[in-house]
């Protein structure tokens, strides 16, 4: 049942990104709303859940973008690992601010996987696709931190809160057990 | 406070997994095994994007519409002056076009050919917004191929086809910075490459010095590669920046298409 409901939102948040989300862009850029998730999920510790986001949202998002397919799905992977295992070592705690840096700095490194494949499939004669690295593109990369900070802050509080409902009950049910 | 870090359920082996599950797909892919599974998915998922993409539309229209109320009044008599003086064109183009009927019969030339076009409604655009792009609803089965021109009424050019499935395909803007046009300001016959700009506009390189361009000037396709037939309207001239110092001229063009507001296009496939 779970797995259905997640399956569920995944889905309406990819008609989201690709259909809606656009028509509202700020500055030209749009948030990241699987890639926030994922993060969200790797912060708060699930790191099964940031795998399932990551993977299952990217390679569905891969069908619906002009890169070579698996390039989201990679980059996905990628940042959850950075964030799940290198990033403990600087930022220790949840707190808002730790929030904050892991969101810029898992934007910028996520844009530039993005990049790095696009790169990668192209010297591979997988795809013509090229991505400049020019200031239109760092630009729009910082606005996209901002907006996937603040989404991020709400959605890792969001998760938080499933997260104690979750302990609660499982707390009452041993009492009662 | 909680600390966020490795855990419990082993996520090297989660992870060495996914990545090997990811890299497998891509693999299938590469030898266009999960070709099917992924034509199917687009299938399914089509109809409901096509209504998510309709009331985005809908909506950021209504939102555009309100915030240019304030412009309404400089719009209204921007578009009068255009209006009288499109007016008088027309009436010439009319004119010309029957002594050019004329000269064809009197040259026994056949009539130009019309464009057979496919209609393709939009269903969704780049998730990243990182390159400027759209899906259609529409793919091989409709005689779609890749680099088709992509234009909407009265031959406004807006892309390209890149990638073609057989119930959907995905188009590059003229606004990416990855498209390049032959293009020609169409007064001054000069032959110059339209490129986009991060979709923020369109810039027109190469342009010889040696040509006089104005402002309000048009831009149509040359013709020049084959990827796009000739006289395919791009926009108008809106700035020029002519450097002394500078083998070939730039000029700033501007689209009458609002690429945001686009929900049906047409694909040229003859």
Known sequence: MKFFISIVILIALIFLQVSLLPHFEILHTIPSLIFIIAIAWCIAGNFKEAIFWGVAGGIILDLFSPFYFGTIALANLGIIMIVYFIMPNFINNDDKFSIVAVGVIATFIYNFLLIFLILISRLARLSAMIQPLNFQFILSVFIQAVLNTIILLLIYNFIKSIQSIKVYYEQRRQIKA | ?270
């Open chain 2, 1 to 270: 406070m909680k600390q966020f870090g490795p855990g419990s359920n082993s996520p090297t082996t989660i992870f060495i997994i996914s990545i090997s599950i990811v890299i497998l797909l891509i693999i299938l892919h590469i030898f266009g095994i999960l070709g099917p599974v992924e034509g199917a998915v687009v299938r399914v998922f089509s109809p409901f994007q096509k209504y998510f993409y309709a009331t985005g539309s809908k909506f950021s229209g209504s939102l555009r519409f309100f915030s240019s109320i304030k412009n309404l009044k400089k719009e209204n008599k921007e578009l009068y002056d255009k209006v009288s003086s499109l007016t008088f064109e027309n009436s010439k183009l009319e004119r010309l076009e029957k002594e050019n009927q004329q000269l064809r019969d009197q040259l026994g030339l056949i009539k130009k050919e019309e464009f057979n076009l496919v209609a393709a409604n939009i269903i969704g655009q780049d998730p990243n917004n990182l390159i400027q792009f759209i899906n259609i609803d529409k793919g091989s089965n409709n005689k779609i191929e890749e680099n088709q021109p992509v234009i909407i009424a009265n031959n406004f050019l807006i892309g390209k086809i890149t990638e073609v499935t057989p119930t959907s395909s995905k188009i590059i803007l003229i606004t990416d910075s990855y498209s390049k046009i032959n293009a020609q300001i169409q007064e001054a016959e000069a032959n110059g490459i339209v490129k986009g700009e991060h979709g923020l506009g369109l810039m027109m390189e190469m342009i010889p010095q040696d040509k006089i361009i104005k402002r309000n000037d048009k831009v149509i396709t040359s013709g020049i590669s084959s990827d796009f037939p000739i006289g395919l309207y791009i926009g108008e001239v809106e700035e020029v920046n002519t450097a002394d110092n500078e083998l070939f001229q730039k000029a700033r063009i501007k689209s009458s298409v609002d690429f945001k507001g686009l929900r049906v296009v047409f694909i040229i496939i003859d």
